[in-house]
């Protein structure tokens, strides 16, 4: 059973780089049948998700973030990794990775699980 | 403004069954399977149900979806308080190429 934790500094300076990482126990991290994935939930909201990457390195970002947002999968060190740059207070949140499943046919079915307990942001001078 | 569309809070007595609707259109709900997550205050969301009808392992049968057209549905039939949390639900959208949630749905258990 796969276990995701996510790790980084809680306090980002506005205009910085946020950067996380998510570590993997009792499996791999990313694998043909499976894709990482984060998420973010400011407080007391929805939760939005900011993007993913496949085993073969191709990535999908939330076009609302696409520019600002790098994600990247370290396999050697089971860690996925997340870079959000040019934060502002709207970046505030808890972060949370997930391992995603994809099915293809003729609708097309994605879901996360596991997820990772998740990580708070605060982006803040 | 969240692009698949729920209510924002339901609620029941214990034993009661509620249903919790979520609406979208053609480039999501329309062309994809919508998938559910259970979030208990203060926790990570946790999948509920994944290919609009299927429960992972675990997940008690109380738990059911179904989906038609542009609109998924979560049903949880003979409610107990443990089920109080907020859902949401989530599919891809082709036409903006991403993942979307729903608002979410506040389940209070009387």
């Known amino acids: 059973q796969v276990q995701l934790q996510e790790s980084g500094p809680g306090l980002v300076k506005p205009s910085q780089t946020l950067s996380l990482t998510c570590t993997a126990s009792g499996g791999s991290i990313s694998s043909v049948d499976h894709y990482c994935t984060w998420i973010r939930q400011p407080a007391g909201k929805g939760l939005e998700w900011i993007g993913r990457?496949?085993?073969?390195?191709?990535?999908n970002y939330n076009p609302s973030l696409r520019g600002r947002v790098t994600i990247s999968v370290d396999t050697s060190k089971n860690q996925l990794s997340l870079r959000l740059n040019s934060v502002t207070a709207a970046d505030t949140a808890v972060y949370y990775c997930?391992?995603?499943?994809?099915?293809?046919?003729?609708?097309?079915?994605?879901?996360?699980?596991?997820w990772g307990q998740g990580t708070l942001v605060t982006v803040s001078s | 403004q969240s692009v698949l569309t729920q209510p924002p809070s339901a609620s029941g007595t214990p034993g009661q069954r509620v249903t919790i609707s979520c609406s979208g259109s053609n480039s999501n709900i329309g062309s994809n399977t919508v998938s559910w997550y259970q979030q208990v205050p203060g926790t990570a969301p946790k999948l509920l149900m994944y290919?609009?009808?299927q429960r992972p392992s675990g997940v008690p049968d109380r738990f059911s979806g179904s989906k038609s057209g542009t609109s998924a549905s979560l049903a949880i039939s003979g409610l107990q308080s443990k089920d109080e949390a907020d859902y949401y639900c989530?599919?891809?959208?082709?036409?903006?190429?991403?993942?979307?949630f729903g608002g979410g749905t506040k389940l209070t258990v009387l």
């Open positions: 989530a599919t891809w959208d082709d036409s903006l190429n991403g993942l979307v």
């Open positions: 990457i496949y085993f073969s390195g191709r990535t």
């Open positions: 290919s609009n009808s």
């Open positions: 997930a391992r995603g499943s994809t099915v293809y046919g003729v609708e097309t079915s994605d879901w996360f699980d596991p």
